[in-house]
């Protein structure tokens, strides 16, 4: 798996994100990026290669990851303002006694947030709905600090529904 980011620079995500995964390709394949569909529910994937990738961008950032298997990723601004009221309607009972046990909320919370846009990424069907059927833990760690952000990356056959 290849993980790369960068800073926008007047570009949008779209742009920053397609930028860093034309590099991270020819960096591993020696090729010229392969053209790219949408799928049934919007998922981008490759036509022709046995690569996967996945972008997330904020409003500051741009993150993308190339692997072999299936995978997704999604970045927040540690900057973010959450409205903390958002954790009664998307976390698990589990989830959400880890939430009133942090010290530090808005972190928590975008904890899970990131980890559940990953998952809907990754399920190639997106978010529906509140995303209340999970159970990560605050401690996961598919979960990382760059740039500023936390950035979740998940994998194909990791177990994150309950």
């Not at 980890?115 to 069907?125: D, M, N, Q, T, Y």
């Not at 999970?134 to 936390?150: P, Q, W």
Request: charged share 25%; with cysteine.
């Amino acid at each position: 798996m290849k993980l790369a980011s960068c800073e926008l620079n007047g570009r949008t995500g779209h742009e920053a994100g397609r930028a860093l995964l034309e590099a991270l390709y020819r960096e591993e394949t020696g090729l010229p990026l392969p053209a790219i569909a949408a799928g049934e529910w919007g998922k981008p994937s490759f036509v022709d290669s046995d690569w996967h990738f996945s972008i997330s961008h904020t409003k500051m950032h741009a993150f993308c990851v190339l692997a072999r298997e299936n995978v997704a990723i999604d970045a927040e601004e540690l900057s973010r303002h959450m409205n903390l009221k958002l954790a009664e309607k998307i976390l698990s009972p589990m989830e959400k006694a880890q939430f009133d046990a942090a010290a530090d909320k808005t972190k928590a919370l975008l904890t899970f947030w990131v980890l559940k846009e990953a998952a809907a990424k990754l399920s190639g069907r997106g978010l529906h709905g509140y995303p209340n059927d999970t159970a990560f833990s605050l401690d996961d760690t598919r979960v990382r600090e760059m740039d500023g952000c936390l950035v979740a990356i998940l994998i194909e056959g990791e177990t994150y529904a309950v």
